[in-house]
């Protein structure tokens, strides 16, 4: 089976298009959402429908969806384009639409699968905090009871394991580092083969999977994962997408520039 994992969709059509057209071809069944759905991206209401329309087996809130949903004028944390974004996208959608971001849980175990998924961090989800170290990382496994667990929020891909019991290296967490291939200029042009993270019984992952529609790791490629369960294998996935058309409906809609300039730069 092949689950998709996509995370932190921003309203961006053009993006999860591509995304689903991908999936599609790669024989994808299920698909699993780590939230933020909606927000500074020009097509929330389209984006909900595709995701309220695949075979969803798991999904989550995120901190956008919250915002959008709730009451919530505050918005902690948030800067001023964020806080626009939010403002225009609860106007764009309709109450049926807002009820069921506002129903999303925080965290979930995904009914028949060894999968938990959260947006931000399985410790304290509402908190909205970030997972970027193995500090972060180690919190989240005290909180983590199956082998997998997927989370977005900070858009950048980063991957943790912690080794089964070996006594002593018990606490032992590592970063994966093959999961960021970063883009740089001295690879740029070298043959870009997608990051891999086999599955080792009796360990533990925690694997953040980018985003697919506002990526922040200076690679404007939309961002998602597939989990094969036959192969016992996660793999991150980088799909160009049409990058202009997001940016000119995001100028035509009235949101702040600084979101559709970088979409391009992917930060
Ligand atoms: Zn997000």
Redesign the pocket.
């Given at each position: 089976m092949k689950y998709a994992i996509i995370s932190?969709i921003?309203a961006n059509l053009e993006a999860l298009t591509a995304v689903m057209d991908r999936c599609r071809k790669e024989g994808v069944e299920k698909y699993v959402c780590l939230g933020?759905i909606v927000?500074y991206n020009a097509n929330p209401r389209d984006c909900l429908k595709i995701v309220r329309t695949i075979d969803l087996v798991g999904v989550v809130k995120?901190n956008?969806d919250e915002y959008v949903s709730s009451m919530d004028e505050e918005m902690l944390g948030f800067n001023q384009h964020a806080k626009q974004a939010v403002l225009w996208t609860k106007n764009q959608l309709n109450t049926e639409e807002r009820s069921w971001l506002s129903k999303l849980p925080m965290k979930q175990t995904v009914r028949g699968t060894n999968i938990t998924i959260v947006h931000a961090t399985l410790d304290s989800p509402a908190s909205w905090g970030y997972i970027f170290d193995v500090h972060h990382a180690m919190d989240n496994f005290s909180y983590q009871f199956t082998p997998l667990c997927f989370c977005?929020?900070s858009?950048v891909p980063i991957g943790f394991c912690k080794k089964s019991f070996t006594g002593s290296n018990s606490l032992l967490v590592e970063e994966v580092q093959e999961w960021k291939a970063e883009r740089t200029e001295a690879n740029a042009d070298k043959e870009d083969l997608d990051p891999v993270i086999p599955i080792q019984k009796g360990w533990k992952y925690l694997i953040n999977i980018g985003?697919v529609g506002?990526p922040r790791n200076k690679d404007p490629r939309a961002s998602f994962a597939i989990y094969d369960t036959e192969a016992n294998t996660v793999t991150r996935l980088r799909i160009e997408y049409d990058v202009a058309t997001a940016q000119k409906k995001i100028r035509e809609a009235g949101l702040p520039d600084r979101l559709a300039t970088r979409l391009e730069r992917g930060n």
């Open positions: 932190d921003h933020d927000g995120g956008h977005g929020h858009h985003s506002q």
